[in-house]
Nanobody, 118 residues
Framework: HVQLVESGGGSVQPGGSLRLSCVAS????????LGWFRQTPGNEREGVAA???????TYADFVKGRFTVSQDNAKNTVYLQMNSLKPEDTAMYYC?????????????WGQGTQVTVS
């Protein structure tokens, strides 16, 4: 049973930084793609960043140069370092896992952690 638990959200002023963490369990870490998504009330969930089993990251255009996704296989943890935060980055952030490793079909989700920039 795959479980994803996010942490690290909070409130920060514009221009500030936060680091989100997601501890994953219940699967073979090396075969998964792990991603970060975000959602605001009334809007669809959107992809933010992802990292595959080879450590290759991908980013949405709106976070390139500001956010960095990384993983620590020894700790089964994926991180999202968010710098130069903007008010429009305010959202609930979710960690997700793609069991096929393609970074295209995320079937497992965490409960989310709130990020507020104001």
């Amino acid at each position: 049973h795959v479980q994803l638990v996010e942490s690290g959200g909070g409130s920060v002023q514009p221009g500030g930084s936060l680091r989100l963490s997601c501890v994953a369990s219940g699967y073979s870490y090396g075969k998964y793609c792990l991603g970060w998504f975000r959602q605001t009330p009334g809007n669809e969930r959107e992809g933010v960043a992802a990292i595959d089993s080879h450590g290759n990251p991908t980013y949405a255009d709106f976070v390139k140069g500001r956010f960095t996704v990384s993983q620590d296989n020894a700790k089964n943890t994926v991180y999202l370092q968010m710098n130069s935060l903007k008010p429009e980055d305010t959202a609930m952030y979710y960690c997700a896992a793609d069991s096929r490793g393609s970074c295209e079909s995320f079937g497992y989700w965490g409960q989310g952690t709130q990020v507020t920039v104001s």
